[in-house]
């Protein structure tokens, strides 16, 4: 686990409503037995310092089965404010029913359809479970999702980047993912890029910016290289607006 990238991304939105909306966004976490307690708590502390509306966390919590990083899952809840999160494969891999159960402060949105107050103006967020969940038997609603989405303004949460489609479909301001670790290790980048349509960064489809999120955990080997990892604030701003 890096902690060394912070970040401010400004994200440009084609709803007033989201301007100057400040998310804290993670991703790909992968807290496994050789991540330190020492770890999460400086990745809290340096969170609890930041402002922000809400944190979002756009899966690949875990890298382990739960029961070994147990009291490490414990201190993310002490990440102020709220903290919406959705699965990863890892997730579904390690045992996704007891993740929900660690995380009991955060708010779970596979598959669900929630409403944000900000500035007195309601933010539609919604969900999906990864793509590989239909191997563990889990159901993706997309219809469901895609038909909440058209409210306006709304985000979308999922791990992966090729879920975009479904934020362009509904017109979602916003679509957050990651997954793809930025690579992680150049130039494997062009291996990812094979299966992604994007690797990291902002990116803007017809009405919809997307953001993929490098993450902040490494997998298979503990090394990075032109791939740093990110603790980012997205601050969203209308286009409208002078």
């Known amino acids: 686990m890096t902690l060394s990238n912070l970040q401010t991304v400004e994200i440009l939105v084609t709803n007033k409503k989201l301007d100057d909306l400040k998310i804290l966004h993670l991703s790909d976490l992968h807290i496994n037995k050789k991540t330190t307690i020492s770890q999460i708590e400086e990745l809290i502390n340096i969170c609890n310092d930041l402002v922000f509306d809400f944190c979002v966390i756009t899966g690949d919590i875990i890298d382990t089965k739960v029961k070994f990083i147990k009291e490490k899952l414990e201190i993310l809840n002490k990440l102020k404010g709220k903290v919406y999160y959705i699965s990863g494969n890892h997730d579904l891999f390690y045992g996704l029913e007891d993740l929900e159960k660690g995380l009991f402060n955060f708010i779970f949105m596979d598959n669900i359809c929630n409403v944000i107050i900000y500035k007195n103006e309601i933010i539609h967020i919604a969900g999906l479970p990864d793509r590989f969940s239909k191997f563990f038997k889990i159901k993706r609603e997309e219809n ?99």
Request: aromatic share 14%; hydrophobic share 40%.
């Open 144 to 242: 469901k999702i895609k038909k909440y989405l058209l409210n306006e303004p709304s985000i979308l949460l999922a791990h992966q980047p090729k879920d975009y489609k479904i934020a362009l479909n509904s017109n979602a301001n916003l679509f957050l993912c990651g997954h793809t670790h930025g690579g992680q290790i150049y130039p494997f980048h062009y291996l990812v890029r094979l299966v992604q349509p994007f690797i990291a960064g902002i990116f803007y489809k017809k009405n919809t910016a997307i953001y993929v999120n490098k993450g902040i955990g490494t997998w298979g080997i503990n090394f990075r290289y032109k791939a740093d990892a990110e603790i980012t604030i997205l601050k969203l701003i209308s286009k409208s607006v002078k």
